[in-house]
């Protein structure tokens, strides 16, 4: 079955640029959406469609999908972004989910 | 603005059945553009797809939960709902359900709910 791989942890200064990675087999032929949950919360849907942000998203997020690896960034990281963020791509008749990773803001 | 409620024992002895109950408003469970997903997430982990159905009752599932898992819909009363059967403390998670775009995108999820297997 198809594997999304994801980095556990990205540390990144209030203010930085936090960069989140999702790499999979051919992944740039897929489309990945990227989800954002903060604990106790359900996930929600920060990037869709590789890089298009839904309504209510901030312009500091960014999607990008090439190659084997896709990326989400956060420019301008807040304190309000610390949570953890998976990817996910529809292969074969299965949603498939990255193991996600948590973003904490030093 | 849609909203998905999961509804269900919160507790349950291994080897019994796990059922829960979806139900959705502000929106139409009949709308072709969208399937009605299950999705799981033990504590401290990830988040693992359990299955979808679409509004005529086709459904797909996980691989590996396949052989004990099914999923059904009730468009009149604006429901889906969930049954695990044979389950294990490994199935111990919060059991969220959520809507899903044709295109595969997840849009709106409920809460979430907290089901323990455990005698």
């Known amino acids: 079955s198809y594997v999304l791989t994801q980095p556990p942890s990205v540390s990144v200064a209030p203010g930085e640029t936090a960069m989140m990675t999702c790499a999979g087999s051919?992944?740039?032929?897929?489309?990945v959406h990227w989800y954002q949950q903060k604990p106790g919360q359900a996930p929600l849907l920060v990037m869709s469609?590789?890089?298009d942000r839904p309504s209510g998203i901030p312009e500091r997020f960014s999607g990008a999908n090439s190659g084997t690896t896709a990326t989400l960034t956060i420019t301008r990281v807040e304190a309000g972004d610390e949570a953890d963020y998976f990817c996910?791509?529809?292969?074969?008749?299965?949603?498939?989910f990255g193991g996600g990773t948590k973003l904490t803001v030093l | 603005q849609v909203q998905l409620q999961e509804s269900g024992p919160g507790l349950v002895k291994p080897s019994e059945t796990l059922s829960l109950t979806c139900t959705v408003s502000?929106?139409?469970?009949?709308?072709?553009?969208?399937?009605w997903t299950w999705i799981r997430q033990p504590a401290g982990k990830g988040l693992e797809w359990i299955g979808r159905?679409?509004?005529?009752?086709?459904?797909n599932y996980n691989p590996s939960l396949k052989s004990r898992v099914i999923i059904s819909i009730d468009t009149s009363k604006s429901q889906f709902s969930l049954n695990l059967a044979s389950v294990t403390a490994a199935d111990t998670a919060v059991y969220f359900c959520?809507?899903?775009?044709?295109?595969?995108?997840?849009?709106?999820w409920g809460q979430g709910a907290l089901v323990i297997v455990s005698s």
């Open positions: 469609y590789d890089f």
């Open positions: 051919n992944l740039g032929t897929k489309t």
């Open positions: 159905i679409y509004n005529s009752g086709s459904t």
């Open positions: 959520a809507r899903a775009h044709v295109l595969g995108v997840i849009d709106y």
């Open positions: 502000g929106g139409s469970i009949r709308n072709g553009n969208y399937y």
């Open positions: 996910q791509v529809w292969d074969t008749d299965s949603e498939i």
